[in-house]
Structures are given as C-alpha cells and as structure tokens.
C-alpha cells in the first residue's frame, strides 16, 4: 500500500453478544495488534454500532480512533444512504482496500451487493472476502449433499459477484476447489495463507501451574461432532474406569444440540465427569487446562478456538484433516486420531493421557504460536495481498 492510504476491515454483522465467531475475533485481535505495532499499515475497523458492542463484549477494540461506525437505516433510503456514507468515508480516510472479515450471504455479503459498485467507480476500492467455511467444496456443487440447497443460497453470491477483486483462505482444498472448477463469473484471485495467530489476553502460566483439564470448545452442531466427543469419553470410561479419575471434561458451548447434550451426559452416568459450562470467555479455560480436543470435520486449520489453546500450551489431540498438520505436530504437541471413529479417538485420548510426554507438548504448542502462528507473519502474508490487489488492473 502507499503511504497515507487506507485499508478497511469489513465486520458489518455479528451475531448476539458472547457469541461472536473465530473469524471476528481474530479480525479484531488483529486490528488491535496492527493498530500498536503497524500503525503505519493505517488499517481500520468498518462497523456498525450494533456490531461493535456485540464485539466489544468478547474481544475490546483497543483504538477506537480507527473505528468507522456506519449508520443501519431501515426506511426506503437505506440503500443510498448507507452507500453514500460509506463512500464518504472511503474517500475520507483514503481506502483502498476493503477486506470483508467472513463473505456469508447473512452477514457482509447483502451488505455490500447493493453498495460495492458505487464506491468502485467513485473511489476505485478493491473489494478482497474471507472465506472460512470450509464445506463449500462439498456442498455447494454435490446435489447428494444435504446442505446443497443453503450453500447454494449462501454462497451464490460470492462466486457471482462482478464487483470481487480476490478472496483470501485459509483452506488449500477450497483454492485447489476453484482453480479446477472455475467457480467465479469472473477473474478472482484465491490467495491461501498458511499462518494464523491468537494473541492472549491472560498471562501464559507455567505448565507446572495448570491441572488436569480436557476441554472440547466449538458451536454444539452436526459440523463440530460433539456425540463423538461424548461417545469417546464415555468408552474410556467403560473401558479403564481408572483413567479419567484426576482429570475433569469441560464441554463448551451453544447450539442446536444443547439439549440432546445434557440429555446424553445424564443418560450415561457422566454427570460426575463431564461439566457443560456456560463460559464464554475461553482464555479462562484454556489457561488451566492440559488438553483440547477436537471433533471438528473437513478441517481444523485455522480453527481459532484451536489456537487459542495452543498460545496457552495446551495439547490437541484431533482427526488428520485438511491442513490440521499446520498445529498439530503429531506425537509432538499432540495426537492424531488415526479414523474418524469413536474407538480412534477414544485411543488418542488415551494415549494423551496414559505416557505422553505433557510438558514437551505445552512447550511446542507454545513454540508454534511463538515462532510460527504469530501476528507479523500474518502481517506480511496478508498486507502482501492487499498490495498486489491494489497494484492489478
């Protein structure tokens, strides 16, 4: 970027307070570590007031200076109102690069269909969007799958967009998706970035600190696989009942399967095992706890939730999917379970926690956060894009 331009990060819709998703967190833990370390890079924050307290309840925005809050008008001037004011600003501030946080037809998406093509032929903003789901190579085209219909739905709007300059991912399996099946109406660019970052907002604690804690942590829905969790614990059990004895299970989480969680802990006896807790705020969690698991399917590169446990030395032990391999150092800081079964990922467990060496896994979760996962290379990878975008005719 030149100097004195701008670049925006896009988070117009959040969902309740306390609920707020990976990719926002991490869009605005990175705004505030760009704000006091690259204050140059002159990124700001594009949101609204509904969305920026929903925010500012998990995760607070540490330079409201920065902060661009756009007015939600529901009367028959919506539409021109909203895209004036953003244009304004736009001009404003000298941005050149719009980066929406999460494309998704229920958040940023709708936003800017009406809105993007007025601000491109004014003040020539280059429009960039995240995408961080990682089904939609599985979905969107694949008429057996059940969530074809709401993918297509969706997504339909992401790959039929005239106005999208390029899109960033995380996942190499969606650009590989792309590229073969030339998914876009037009030239789009998919960059894949291969670094993630957390930034922790309590002190590390020494692993001679921490107790005896496994934690599973997602949204309780089919994608996240909470049963195989609940199934896996439970086979532990029955099998070495002994094992679990000085360790206690946390289950973290909202969602559509609350109910049948509580109702599966009940059910099995596993009330004196398993807590459901109705914490939200997971830096409490993982700075005590050893262990995190993950059911999580197709994927677990970049899973925020994931890196927030490393950053406090915790262990992981999940399905090899995807790039998983990016956090997962195998019989290192973690285990792979070697199926997608209940009984493999019973036996990775226990193996985690019969003679695994625990201490050298705190010590290279937090080395991969450290020397790897970390904010400037995220920096580099991702202000490289916004460059080439800009400079692209």
Same mark, same amino acid.
């Given at each position: 970027?030149?100097?004195?331009?701008?670049v925006g990060i896009l988070?117009?819709?959040?969902?309740?307070?306390?609920?707020?998703?990976?990719?926002?967190?991490?869009?605005?833990?990175? +705004?505030?570590?760009?704000?006091?370390?690259?204050?140059?890079?002159?990124?700001?924050?594009?949101?609204?007031?509904?969305?920026?307290?929903?925010?500012?309840?998990?995760?607070?925005?540490?330079?409201?200076?920065?902060?661009?809050?756009?007015?939600?008008?529901?009367?028959?001037?919506?539409?021109?109102?909203?895209?004036?004011? &953003?244009?304004?600003?736009?001009?404003?501030?000298?941005?050149?690069?719009?980066?929406?946080?999460?494309?998704?037809?229920?958040?940023?998406?709708?936003?800017?269909?009406?809105?993007?093509?007025?601000?491109?032929?004014?003040?020539?903003?280059?429009?960039?969007?995240?995408?961080?789901?990682?089904?939609?190579?599985?979905?969107?085209?694949?008429?057996?799958?059940?969530?074809?219909?709401?993918?297509?739905?969706?997504?339909?709007?992401?790959?039929?967009?005239?106005?999208?300059?390029?899109?960033?991912?995380?996942?190499?399996?969606?650009?590989?998706?792309?590229?073969?099946?030339?998914?876009?109406?037009?030239?789009v660019e998919v960059f894949?970035?291969?670094?993630?970052?957390?930034?922790?907002?309590?002190?590390?604690?020494?692993?001679?600190?921490?107790?005896?804690?496994?934690?599973?942590?997602?949204?309780?829905?089919?994608?996240?696989?909470?049963?195989?969790?609940?199934?896996?614990?439970?086979?532990?059990?029955?099998?070495?009942?002994? &094992?679990?004895?000085?360790?206690?299970?946390?289950?973290?989480?909202?969602?559509?399967?609350?109910?049948?969680?509580?109702?599966?802990?009940?059910?099995?006896?596993?009330?004196?095992?398993?807590?459901?807790?109705?914490?939200?705020? &997971?830096?409490?969690?993982?700075?005590?706890?050893?262990?995190?698991?993950?059911?999580?399917?197709?994927?677990?590169?970049?899973?925020?939730?994931?890196?927030?446990?490393?950053? +406090?030395?915790?262990?992981?032990?999940?399905?090899?999917?995807?790039?998983?391999?990016?956090?997962?150092?195998?019989?290192?800081?973690?285990?792979?379970?070697?199926?997608?079964?209940?009984?493999?990922?019973?036996?990775?467990?226990?193996?985690? &926690?019969?003679?695994?060496?625990?201490?050298?896994?705190?010590?290279?979760?937090?080395?991969?956060?450290?020397?790897?996962?970390?904010?400037?290379?995220?920096?580099?990878?991702?202000?490289?894009?916004?460059?080439?975008?800009?400079?692209?005719?």
């Amino acid at each position: 970027m030149k100097a004195k331009e701008s670049v925006g990060i896009l988070i117009h819709s959040v969902a309740d307070e306390g609920k707020v998703g990976g990719v926002e967190r991490f869009f605005i833990k990175f +705004y505030n570590w760009a704000s006091e370390n690259k204050p140059e890079a002159r990124i700001v924050l594009i949101t609204n007031k509904q969305a920026f307290s929903n925010l500012q309840y998990l995760v607070k925005v540490s330079n409201i200076d920065q902060v661009i809050l756009l007015p939600v008008l529901s009367n028959r001037f919506k539409n021109v109102v909203e895209s004036f004011v &953003l244009l304004v600003y736009c001009i404003l501030n000298r941005i050149k690069v719009i980066q929406i946080a999460n494309f998704d037809k229920h958040s940023d998406a709708l936003f800017f269909i009406f809105k993007y093509k007025l601000i491109r032929m004014i003040a020539n903003v280059k429009l960039i969007a995240t995408v961080v789901d990682c089904e939609i190579p599985y979905a969107f085209t694949l008429k057996s799958n059940k969530k074809h219909k709401s993918y297509l739905d969706r997504y339909s709007l992401l790959f039929n967009n005239s106005y999208l300059d390029a899109v960033i991912t995380w996942y190499s399996e969606f650009q590989d998706w792309v590229f073969k099946s030339k998914m876009f109406i037009r030239d789009v660019e998919v960059f894949q970035i291969r670094t993630r970052f957390t930034i922790p907002v309590l002190p590390i604690v020494p692993f001679k600190e921490k107790e005896n804690i496994i934690i599973w942590a997602g949204r309780l829905v089919e994608q996240k696989r909470p049963f195989l969790f609940l199934e896996a614990i439970k086979r532990i059990k029955r099998i070495n009942p002994l &094992l679990l004895t000085n360790w206690k299970v946390r289950m973290i989480g909202f969602g559509e399967l609350k109910e049948q969680i509580i109702d599966f802990v009940a059910e099995n006896d596993l009330t004196a095992t398993i807590a459901l807790p109705e914490s939200i705020h &997971l830096d409490n969690e993982f700075q005590k706890s050893k262990l995190f698991v993950s059911t999580q399917a197709f994927e677990n590169y970049p899973s925020q939730t994931m890196n927030e446990a490393m950053i +406090y030395g915790n262990a992981l032990v999940a399905f090899n999917l995807g790039d998983t391999k990016l956090f997962l150092n195998d019989g290192v800081n973690g285990v792979f379970s070697e199926g997608e079964s209940v009984e493999s990922l019973a036996d990775a467990i226990t193996i985690y &926690l019969n003679d695994f060496d625990k201490e050298r896994s705190y010590d290279e979760s937090v080395r991969l956060c450290k020397e790897v996962h970390n904010p400037m290379n995220f920096y580099q990878s991702i202000s490289k894009i916004w460059t080439d975008v800009e400079n692209k005719n």
